[in-house]
T-cell receptor, first 113, second 108 residues
């Protein structure tokens, strides 16, 4: 049973470019969560999605960041016009139900030059 | 502002001894509590979860929850060098909030 999958594992972008991070939840999981982790920092919640719905985006920056989880395909975290401060590890987690334990993917390490 | 507090460490423990990791949380309404292990450069890996007051044991790991005092702890018995990692405490109310983690170093 495949776990949570994320790609790419590493992404390098120049300032002003767009970054698109993808997450495929575990089989049978319909709840997806995105977190950001800066070096030596804890995990910061960004957004919680179900299929075709954003449930909680209270942790998302108001500008440049968006997320979706379409009916078909992976969840996408999109960062427009990246800045150096966006450099971080972005983790996706999934759970079968809202109250269930979350399982993490391997993460995407974004580096903005 | 709901908070989860952990001592950042590093916590150094001799091999074979008991490692004790502590976590406090601010929201009395929190219902679920989790411990994750994260090796450097890797993703968090679930070790244990606990919902009720008291102890929960799984192999060398014991989670302890005291809702009245708002703390949750993780004990690791017979510590091994492979236990060296950062341990993240997470608390769920309406969403999961993570602490910044405690770095544990097991001394061979």
């Amino acid at each position: 049973n495949a776990g949570v999958m994320q790609n790419p594992r590493h992404l390098v972008r120049r300032r002003g470019q767009e970054a698109r991070l993808r997450c495929s939840p575990m089989k049978g999981h319909s709840h997806v969560y995105w977190y950001r982790q800066l070096p030596e920092e804890g995990l910061k919640f960004m957004v919680y999605l179900q299929k075709e719905n954003i449930i909680d985006e209270s942790g998302m920056p108001k500008e440049r960041f968006s997320a979706e989880f379409p009916k078909e395909g992976p969840s996408i975290l999109r960062i427009q016009q990246v800045v150096r401060g966006d450099s971080a590890a972005y983790f996706c987690a999934s759970s079968p139900l809202a109250e269930e334990t979350q399982y993490f993917g391997p993460g995407t390490r974004l580096l903005v030059l | 502002q709901k908070e989860v507090e952990q001592n950042s460490g590093p916590l150094s423990v001799p091999e074979g001894a008991i490692a004790s990791l502590n976590c406090t949380y601010s929201d009395r309404g929190s219902q679920s509590f989790f411990w994750y292990r994260q090796y450097s450069g890797k993703s968090p890996e679930l070790i244990m979860f606990i919902y009720s007051n008291g102890d929960k044991e799984d192999g060398r790991f014991t989670a302890q929850l005291n809702k009245a005092s708002q703390y949750v702890s993780l004990l690791i018995r017979d510590s091994q060098p492979s236990d060296s990692a950062t341990y993240l405490c997470a608390v769920r109310d309406d969403k999961i909030i993570f602490g910044k983690g405690t770095r544990l170093h097991i001394l061979p």
